[in-house]
């Protein structure tokens, strides 16, 4: 297991570094080298360390290591089959990660940041929603059970597309430079990321690796079902060019309007729900 | 006599804590839940608050607000309940106990938020006040639907498929949950996030999050 994480946060960070560099590209920049961001991490591991003088020292420090706990139990979780409703639980309590980090530095940059997360809940509920309707196709909630499902049915990608969309908007509102990334705008400096530096950064570079690489990884594995690694790896960076693409050639949304937008895909799909519901009896 | 269907979304029963009639079972997915309120009870017990500084708009001046220990410890107090509270609420194997805990939670966030003086934040906890009292009627509402219908509480009975729980009864659990949660605040009242003192200002956070996977198990379950 220790192998397969330390893996996954080389991948999820060489994802990012991948990110930036479509995201330059389709912008008519250079853009960094792909490994930037795994560079980046090597630098924060070894620079100058302090907590600022205002923080809630505790949690200051805290959050980074439960960032890293709860997507490491997420790459657990998604490794073994386990409950779909756990990961949704990760992906929820990421949200405190992110609102705990903005306000316990003590920063009125961190705290617009962390009451940006908080208004960026809705993010959630297209996830609800995605969760619903496997489970109406799948009867379980079990990642194991809904990939055999897959091998016997065919991709749920194909069978349950509005919800593989409404999961891709999920995904997409996690994303670095994208429309939804209000919580780190650039108006309010690194908004909830602003006071952690050094290896405070680091650890927060590496949660957030591993946390692009499960969403990714489970994206693949709920849509299409269980690949060989290889596969596996190409089809989440197919998935990952494409919202690079998204996140560049969409300007950041405001505070409200994402909270519009996710809403909308929600109802969207509680109507695609009722009707299927109608549909399967 | 205590013996989840093996069906049960949240996964294998682990184990079961039994205190006289009240009954709490470990399942990997409560058992993770537990893990999290457990931690972040353990945070507000043992973190201070931050001290915020606030920028004078129209400026370049800025200010450091004093943390009041008065203050710290009230909040302290109802953090610490509001987890205790989220703990029972994550673990228990039965529906009336559940809502009991919800609307501790509810009562211990308004206690957090209201303690801060300041009128933005006054402001929008007493709105929630309003709005954790009215989420009290269907929270309990539902239970006693559940009740009234299936002729139990027990989450043993209830998540068999030999028990029908009618949706209307799911439905106010959850729109219960929402409310004594502050789930819509987020959204429409994110500043009562500003007040002071990090730690126990996130267990508003961590409480009504949890609470909310704890519904959508129960709710599944049923």
């Known amino acids: 297991m220790i192998e397969y994480l330390l893996f996954a946060t080389f991948i999820g960070l060489l994802f990012h570094g991948i990110h930036r560099k479509v995201i330059a590209r389709v912008q008519g920049r250079p853009g960094p080298p792909i490994w930037q961001e795994i560079l980046h991490t090597l630098k924060f591991s070894f620079k100058e360390t302090w907590i600022p003088k205002t923080a809630s020292q505790t949690l200051f420090v805290a959050v ?9 139990g997420a790459l657990f979780i998604l490794l073994s089959g386990g409950s779909l409703l756990l990961l949704f639980a990760v992906y929820l309590l990421h949200k405190i990660v992110e609102h705990g ?28 929603a995605t969760v619903a309707v496997i489970y109406l196709f799948t ?17 749920l990608l194909i069978l349950a597309f509005p919800a593989a969309a409404a999961m891709y908007l999920v995904i997409l509102s996690k994303m670095h430079y994208g429309p939804f990334s209000i919580i780190e705008a650039k108006e309010i400096v690194s908004g909830n990321m602003t006071e952690h530096f050094g290896v405070w950064r680091a650890g927060l570079e590496v949660g957030f690796a591993l946390k692009t690489y499960v969403l990714l990884y489970a994206f693949v594995l709920l849509f299409i079902g269980p690949l060989p690694l290889g596969l596996a790896l190409l089809l989440m ?10 996140c560049a050639v969409t300007p950041m949304l405001s505070p409200y309007d994402t909270v519009t937008i996710q809403s909308l895909v929600t109802g969207a799909l509680v109507i695609y729900i009722i009707v299927l519901g109608v549909v399967m009896g | 006599m205590f013996n989840l269907p093996t069906t049960n979304i949240g996964g294998q029963e682990l184990f079961v804590l039994e205190f006289g009639d009240i009954v709490a ?25 931050e001290k915020q500084m606030d920028i004078a708009f129209g400026g370049d001046a800025y200010y450091a607000k004093v943390v009041d220990p008065e203050l710290m410890r009230f909040q302290r107090f109802m953090a610490i309940a509001c987890g205790l509270a989220t703990l029972g609420a994550m673990v228990t194997g039965d529906v009336f106990n559940f809502t009991l805990f919800a609307s501790l939670v509810g009562i211990t966030n308004i206690g957090i938020v209201a303690a801060y003086r ?18 009290t009627v269907p929270l309990f509402g539902g239970a006693a639907i559940v009740v009234a219908s299936t002729g139990t509480l027990s989450m043993w009975e209830l998540f068999t498929g030999a028990v029908a ?15 004594e949660g502050m789930a819509p605040f987020y959204v429409a009242k994110a500043e ?13 956070h961590v409480s009504s999050l949890l609470l909310f996977l704890r519904v959508a198990e129960i709710v599944i379950s049923m």
Not at chain 2, 165 to 179: E, H, Q, S
Not at chain 2, 192 to 204: E, K
């Open chain 1, 139 to 155: 009867g379980s909630l079990s990642i194991a059970d809904i990939a055999a499902y897959q091998q016997v049915h065919g991709p």
């Open chain 2, 192 to 204: 009562i996030t500003r007040a002071q003192g990090a730690p126990f200002i996130l267990m508003v």
């Open chain 1, 237 to 246: 960076l197919l998935v990952l060019i494409s919202l690079s693409f998204v």
């Open chain 1, 64 to 72: 980074v290591f439960v960032a890293i706990g709860i997507w490491s």
């Open chain 2, 165 to 179: 729980v009618p949706l209307i009864a799911k439905a106010f659990l959850v729109l219960g949950v929402m409310g």
């Open chain 2, 25 to 49: 079972y470990f399942s990997p997915y409560t058992t993770a839940l537990f893990v999290f309120a457990l931690i972040f009870t353990a945070l507000a017990i043992v973190s201070r608050p």
């Open chain 2, 118 to 135: 300041n009128r933005h934040v006054l402001n929008a906890a007493f709105q929630y006040g309003i709005v954790a009292m009215l989420a």
């Open chain 1, 101 to 128: 980090m903005g306000l316990s530095s003590g920063s009125p940059y961190g705290k617009f940041g962390a009451i940006r997360s908080v208004i960026s809940a809705a993010s959630e509920l297209p996830l609800l």
